[in-house]
């Protein structure tokens, strides 16, 4: 037995109209993502909005089934009265405390570099103990520069502030409209799908919005715990401690922080343990310890549990998603990433259970 090996040569004709339009598709992939890159800023305002609007969308229909109001507008515009509200009360409890706290500790600054300084002190004898002489004035012309450059930092957080109120605002505008025009745009998208499929269409859609709901709801509730026994914590610290601090507005940042996802029990203890510095070392030390452990038990059983109820998705599923999401995305990106993954599953349970029922129904018939 002989064995023949024959090579042939392969011709690939490229046509010019190939080239072409292959040129063509990449000069509209690079428009499309520079474009993108471009409203990125307007695209996350409007993700945020959009979340706002499905979050706020059951308590807008209860207004509207309690009060009897025909006019969606009315309801609408009845629980954004209830919001605004709320906002008002939580910046009227956080802000003031801050602001005062922040005054005091710019006053004492003198007084504490003194301390640092004086070898009668128990900080002044750490300091002599371990040499830090050098360090401590280095600390001390650092902060007499930083006073120094108030001005022009407050213009700074002026105009930064200002960003923020007008982006709020555009969040607030956009949200309303999709409360309101939201179930005209989902009667008009249903009168574009094929009657045949149009309630099992129905009912996918509102297995995702149960999905991103429960998200919502759930981030809601771990962000109401956290901030809640941080409160006890602040409160039993500083009854142990005989200092003061509005634990309530400490209870408020929290709760805020906690409804980014991943990172927001962070933000929130720095924050917190900043004012509690402000206040008192002892306090701002035993807060430091506090969160990190708060936040391990916290990822380890609450998170997990309830993110995983709500959008049905298990504690390594929720956790994944969360870390792909903020890679992508940042904030925005983790907190959208949870609910999507959610949908996606319950996209996925719907193509597969069209693939199996026709196998199903032709054995049945084989049968």
Request: glycine share 6%.
């Amino acid at each position: 037995m002989s064995l023949i090996s024959m090579k042939r040569g392969i011709t690939v004709n490229i046509t010019t109209e190939a080239i072409i339009r292959a040129i063509a598709l990449v000069f509209a992939a690079v428009i499309v993502m520079k474009f993108i890159g471009n409203i990125s800023y307007q695209l996350q305002l409007i993700g945020i909005s959009f979340f706002l609007a499905l979050a706020l969308n059951p308590a807008v229909s209860q207004l509207s089934k309690q009060f009897r109001l025909k006019n969606r507008i009315l309801a609408t515009g009845l629980a954004y009265l209830i919001v605004i509200i709320a906002l008002g009360l939580f910046m009227y409890i956080v802000v003031p405390p801050l602001v005062n706290q922040s005054v005091k500790f710019v006053k004492s600054l003198p007084t504490t570099v003194n301390d640092l300084q004086n070898e009668t002190s128990p900080v002044g004898r750490i300091v002599q103990r371990y040499n830090l002489q050098d360090q401590v004035k280095e600390i001390g012309h650092s902060l007499s520069a930083r006073v120094s450059d108030i001005p022009s930092t407050v213009f700074d957080i002026a105009g930064r502030v200002g960003g923020v109120v007008i982006s709020v605002l555009t969040i607030l505008v956009l949200t309303f409209m999709m409360l309101v025009e939201g179930p005209r745009w989902m009667e008009l998208f249903w009168s574009f799908t094929p009657e045949a499929k149009r309630k099992d269409y129905k009912a996918l859609v509102h297995k995702m919005y149960r999905v991103v709901t429960g998200y919502i709801n759930g981030q809601v509730f771990i962000a109401f715990v956290a901030a809640t026994f941080a409160m006890i914590a602040l409160i039993i610290a500083t009854h142990i401690l005989h200092v003061s601090i509005n634990a309530v507005a400490m209870a408020g940042i929290v709760f805020l922080f906690g409804l980014i996802p991943l990172i927001g029990n962070t933000l929130a203890a720095i924050v917190v343990v900043i004012a509690c510095l402000f206040v008192s070392l002892p306090l701002a030390i035993i807060m430091a310890v506090y969160f990190p452990v708060y936040q391990q038990i916290e990822n380890a059983t609450l998170t997990p549990h309830i993110q995983s109820k709500g959008t049905q998705l298990t504690p390594l599923l929720v956790f994944i998603a969360a870390l792909i999401g903020a890679g992508f995305g940042g904030l925005l990106g983790a907190f959208i990433a949870i609910p999507v993954a959610g949908c996606i599953r319950v996209l996925l349970e719907y193509k597969i259970g069209e693939e199996v029922a026709p196998s199903t129904k032709s054995n049945k018939t084989e049968e």
